[in-house]
């Protein structure tokens, strides 16, 4: 029988990488009930028949549009880490937002505070300096490149590099191998490295005249999102729209 005083969490790509870890914090918070935990194949109409009020959704971008269609128009709120975030489709899912105006959906390029400080940290710095380039580092089973956060964390800095008015980075570069300066993000080169041994890393490399300042963050394991998971299945439920990053329910801005 559910405890209706426990919030009420399905888990959707429960036996991934990040999704199994998520089962066992949803069942390990005394605040939670895990009422489903489902896999690729399994139905979303487990979301409804289990009364879950916050699905996480942890999949592939392959998957995850038809499952967010599916919660919001099931009145279900929504926390969800997986990447893949074009402008499209975020205007897909505000529209289907709007016609559901009470639900609420968080997306988090990444759950863990020192990841969401160092995107903060990078977009205090950008301004400051001439150069800013980013480096993600991830284990070699990782599907898209570069990643949400490194991704995310080149469009925080042109924006703070344009709203300040900051100079074209310098870059004499006349020939170039394919892929040597990494991929361009909103005029911010991000290189991605895949490495056996490693988990999520990221630098944000900035450089001046005569010196430079080097912001890393490393995710050791999974358990390093979790609190994020948790944070933001607590906040979505009085949160109706589309929040995109944690920094929003850590009142970083
Ligand atoms: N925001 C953040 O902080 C973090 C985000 N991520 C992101 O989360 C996503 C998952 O990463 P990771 O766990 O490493 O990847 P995995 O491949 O380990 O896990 C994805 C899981 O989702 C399953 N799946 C795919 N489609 C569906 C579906 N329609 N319904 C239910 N399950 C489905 C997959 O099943 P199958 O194996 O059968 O394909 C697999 O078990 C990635 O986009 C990754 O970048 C990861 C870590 C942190
Ligand atoms: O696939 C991963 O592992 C991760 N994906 C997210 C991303 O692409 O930014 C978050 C974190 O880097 C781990």
Known sequence: MKDMSKLRVAVIGAKGRIGSEAVRAVEAADDMELVAALGRGDGLETL??????VAVELTTPSSVMD???????????????????????????????????????????????????TMKFAQI???YFESVEVVELHHPNKADAPSGTATRTAQLIA????????APQP??????????RGANVDGVPVHA?????????????LGGE??????????????????????????????????????HFLDLG
């Open 48 to 53: 409804v028949e289990s009364g879950a009020q």
């Open 67 to 117: 499952n967010l269609d599916f919660c919001v128009r099931h009145g279900i709120h929504a926390v969800v880490g997986t990447t893949g975030w074009t402008d499209d489709r975020l205007a897909q899912l505000r529209t289907w937002l709007a016609a559901s105006p009470e639900t609420g959906v968080l997306i988090a390029p990444n759950f863990s505070i020192g990841a969401v400080l």
């Open 125 to 127: 710095a950008a301004p």
């Open 159 to 166: 924006a703070a590099r344009e709203q300040a008015g900051s």
């Open 171 to 180: 870059d004499a570069t006349e020939t170039a191998l394919d892929g040597a």
């Open 193 to 205: 490295v895949r490495l056996r041994g490693l988990l999520a890393h990221q630098e944000v490399l």
């Open 210 to 247: 005569g010196e430079t300042l080097t912001v890393r963050h490393d995710s050791l394991h999974h358990s390093s999102f979790m609190p994020g998971i948790l944070l933001g299945a607590r906040r979505v439920v009085s949160t109706p729209g589309l929040t995109f990053g944690l920094e």
